[in-house]
């Protein structure tokens, strides 16, 4: 079993949709949980950052930490175009080494 | 602010061969990453340094795989000899301390592909 699952997609949604995507986890140590957005041929940037339970928001970015559920999830209001693209979540222990997940691949419609 | 510096941004080699890679950090960045990142899949650390020592390299395959971080600045990170299980984008990061925990900033990373 691997310590972090991601559903890799491709999740394909009209412009202006709500996204919900999510991760499922199995190492309990982690404190420490990320998203990162991954556009085609570059690297991760860092999207939302959250420490132990609870949600937190950014425009139009929300995540949400249930660490009773070992369960994370990113959702994105009114999705655009330039939302496409490989959503990565990230857990850490110790705040230093991240574990990811596989990645989903988005797709926003026009 | 300059990101994260790699160069080369592709790469297409033989397996067997020899390869390395070359990674600028941010400046004043202290720690410095090199991740795996096989197509599918997330990226996996490789090693992690803190200015010149290394702090992990528990998934760094020892017997092909060679790091070093000179000054505590550029690093470059090697492959000798090549499998074709090597083709990936290798992934360079350095990181801060800030408002949203330990932040790593990513490079654009190298293509390998081992024929």
């Known amino acids: 079993q691997k310590e972090v699952e991601q559903d890799p997609g491709p999740l394909s949604v009209p412009e202006g949709a709500i996204v919900s995507l999510n991760c499922t986890y199995s190492?309990?140590?982690?404190?420490?949980f990320m998203w990162y957005r991954q556009y085609s041929r570059k690297g991760p940037e860092l999207l939302m950052y959250?420490?132990?339970?609870g949600n937190k928001e950014d425009g139009r970015f929300t995540a949400q930490v249930d660490k009773s559920s070992k369960y994370i999830s990113l959702f994105i209001r009114d999705s655009q175009p330039s939302d496409s693209a490989t959503y990565l979540c990230a857990m850490s222990a110790s705040g230093n080494k991240l574990v990811f997940g596989a990645g989903t691949i988005l797709r926003v419609k026009s | 602010e300059a990101g994260v510096a790699q160069s080369p941004r592709y790469k297409i080699i033989e397996k067997r061969q020899s390869v390395a890679f070359w990674c600028n950090p941010i400046s004043g960045h202290a720690t410095l990453y090199w991740y795996q990142q096989i197509l599918g899949q997330g990226p996996k650390l490789l090693i992690q340094?803190?200015?010149?020592?290394?702090?992990?390299d528990s998934q760094l395959p020892k017997d092909r795989f060679s790091a070093e971080r000179l000054k505590g600045v550029d690093s470059t990170l090697k492959i000798q000899p090549a499998k074709l299980e090597d083709s990936a984008v290798y992934l360079c990061?350095?990181?801060?301390?800030?408002?949203?925990?330990?932040?790593?900033?990513f490079g654009p990373g190298t293509r390998l592909t081992v024929l």
């Open positions: 340094f803190q200015n010149n020592g290394v702090v992990d």
């Open positions: 959250t420490y132990s339970s």
């Open positions: 190492n309990s140590a982690f404190q420490y």
């Open positions: 990061a350095s990181s801060i301390i800030s408002g949203r925990g330990n932040e790593q900033f």
